[in-house]
């Protein structure tokens, strides 16, 4: 089974800026979509981001515009950039597909936003 595993995250002001990135174990390709998914404490696992195969994207409301949603299939990996970062984007940040249904849940990477 085709596992992920989650990097890039940190602390960040502000404002900042980070790029996190989804590393699968196999090919991602046969999974038409992937999403990036974050779970900030005390709140419900949200999709904030999906991609397909062919690069279309769709972002919850409060995403467009700040993040964008990327996918090399020839390298297994996903990415997620993330500008204008404030701190209500602070969570444990999950890529996996979309829906989530088939494949585990990595340790995800955590996102510190604050001064």
């Known amino acids: 089974q085709v596992q992920f595993v989650e990097s890039g995250g940190g602390l960040v002001q502000p404002g900042g800026s980070l790029r996190l990135s989804c590393a699968a174990s196999?090919?991602?390709?046969?999974?038409?979509?992937m999403g990036w998914y974050r779970q900030a404490p005390g709140k419900q696992r949200e999709l904030v981001a999906s991609?397909?195969?062919?690069?279309?994207?769709n972002y919850s409301d409060s995403k467009k515009g700040r993040f964008t949603i990327s996918r090399d299939n020839a390298k297994n990996t996903v990415y997620l950039q993330m500008n204008s970062l404030s701190p209500e984007d602070t969570a444990v940040y999950y890529c996996?597909?979309?829906?989530?249904?088939?494949?585990?849940w990595g340790q995800g990477t955590q996102v510190t936003v604050s001064s």
């Open positions: 991609i397909t195969t062919g690069g279309r994207t």
């Open positions: 196999g090919s991602i390709t046969s999974i038409y979509a």
């Open positions: 996996n597909s979309n829906p989530a249904w088939g494949y585990s």
